[in-house]
């Protein structure tokens, strides 16, 4: 006899109505359509295993998102929070240096700066301690 399922989905009408809507119409990510399915065969108390096997996806996932749908409801298993984006090496004082670097003559012996120059300019002058020439890229296009 298997051990029973920790956390068991069991939806209501209005959100079992609600994800067959999303399933059979509609323009959504197909993350969220996996997702939606997943519950609709949860909710007829399918094994983690034979929902996994008819969704073609692991069944970790599965357990997953059971877990989100129960600690969370319907919204927490769909969609996933915003990750929050890790600070910019780079601040207002540090991007300035940047760009006057970058407008200045190339260095001695160059035409022009590359991203790595430019990237190995700013260690030099201890603006930061390490970056990398695809920073110097994104920041010098952002601010352009």
Same mark, same amino acid.
Request: glycine residues 6%.
């Given at each position: 006899?298997?051990?029973r399922k920790q956390f068991?989905?069991? *939806?209501? #009408? ?6 067959? @809507?999303?399933?059979?119409?509609? %323009?959504? +990510?197909? !993350? ?13 108390? *399918?094994? #983690? ?6 969704? @073609?996806?692991?069944?970790?996932? %599965?357990? +997953?998102? !059971?877990?989100?749908?129960t600690q969370g409801g ?41 991203m790595q120059l430019l ?26």
């Amino acid at each position: 006899m298997g051990r029973r399922k920790q956390f068991v989905v069991t *939806l209501s #009408d209005e959100e079992r109505r609600q994800l067959t @809507d999303m399933t059979r119409k509609g %323009v959504i +990510s197909a !993350r969220v359509m996996t997702r939606a399915r997943l519950l609709l065969l949860a909710d007829q108390q *399918l094994k #983690d295993d034979d929902v996994a096997e008819r969704l @073609d996806i692991s069944h970790l996932t %599965v357990a +997953s998102i !059971r877990k989100k749908y129960t600690q969370g409801g319907l919204q927490a298993a769909l969609y996933e929070k915003a990750r929050p984006k890790p600070p910019s090496k780079l601040g207002p004082k540090e991007t300035a240096i940047l760009i006057a670097e970058a407008c200045s003559g190339g260095p001695d012996g160059q035409a022009k700066w590359t991203m790595q120059l430019l990237a190995d300019r700013l260690v030099t002058l201890g603006v930061v301690e390490s970056i990398s020439d695809e920073t110097i890229r994104r920041t010098l296009k952002k601010t352009t």
